[in-house]
T-cell receptor
Framework: GAVVSQHPSWVICKSGTSVKIECRSL??????MFWYRQFPKQSLMLMAT?????????EQGVEKDKFLINHASLTLSTLTVTSAHPEDSSFYIC????????????FGPGTRLTVT | GQSLEQPSEVTAVEGAIVQINCTYQ??????LSWYQQHDGGAPTFLSY????GLEETGRFSSFLSRSDSYGYLLLQELQMKDSASYFC??????????FGAGTRLFVKA
């Protein structure tokens, strides 16, 4: 099956700094990737849809200037949490679909961000 | 608004059968998916229903009734490793998927 990787798997940063999370599709090309945020024992909340070569589409309530998304190639999307604060601490997960019409999403292993 | 409702927790014994229900109310509907997530891990795809009826994949089956905006995931011959969270998810179109809050399944010996 399709494989999606994320890096780093966990990161601890100080308040006010920025953190970049990478999401890669390893064995397929993903024109669209998704970024989710998940708090402990809660559901996955879609933050934004990342489109290769164009601007990301953010969900209502998600600050686009705080969560910068770049989808520079067909296999890589990055999420940068700028000026991180403790409330940004969460589990960030990316996913991708292999092709249009296939509704299965392949999720990366997630990145646990802790802001101190 | 858009919502998916599923029970927060279900407990069952090893070897038993358990059914996790999901009702949804969304602006668009293209299909209902189910995902499994173990603590600390990423969700993994279990099944998808685009049409009414039952889909079977090994010990897991999923059902959809679009007229009732209802579906369920059926897990048979429960094993301890099935203890996890299970999410139903609706594809609302335009590549957008909305997830339910998840059902934590506890399998006891």
């Amino acid at each position: 099956g399709a494989v999606v990787s994320q890096h780093p798997s966990w990161v601890i940063c100080k308040s006010g700094t920025s953190v970049k999370i990478e999401c890669r599709s390893l064995d397929f090309q993903a024109t669209t990737m998704f970024w989710y945020r998940q708090f402990p024992k809660q559901s996955l909340m879609l933050m934004a849809t990342s489109n290769e070569g164009s601007k990301a589409t953010y969900e209502q309530g998600v600050e686009k200037d705080k969560f910068l998304i770049n989808h520079a190639s067909l296999t890589l999307s990055t999420l940068t949490v700028t000026s991180a604060h403790p409330e940004d601490s969460s589990f960030y997960i990316c996913s991708a679909r292999v092709q249009t019409g296939n509704y299965e999403q392949y999720f990366g292993p997630g990145t646990r961000l802790t802001v101190t | 608004g858009q919502s998916l409702e599923q029970p927060s927790e279900v407990t069952a014994v090893e070897g038993a059968i358990v059914q996790i229900n999901c009702t949804y109310q969304t602006s668009g509907f293209y299909g209902l998916s189910w995902y499994q997530q173990h603590d600390g891990g990423a969700p993994t795809f279990l099944s998808y229903n685009g049409l009414d009826g039952l889909e079977e994949t090994g010990r897991f089956s999923s059902f959809l009734s679009r007229s009732d905006s209802y579906g369920y995931l059926l897990l048979q011959e429960l094993q301890m490793k099935d203890s996890a969270s299970y999410f139903c998810a609706v594809d609302t179109g335009g590549f957008k998927t909305i997830f339910g809050a998840g059902t934590r399944l506890f399998v006891k010996a």
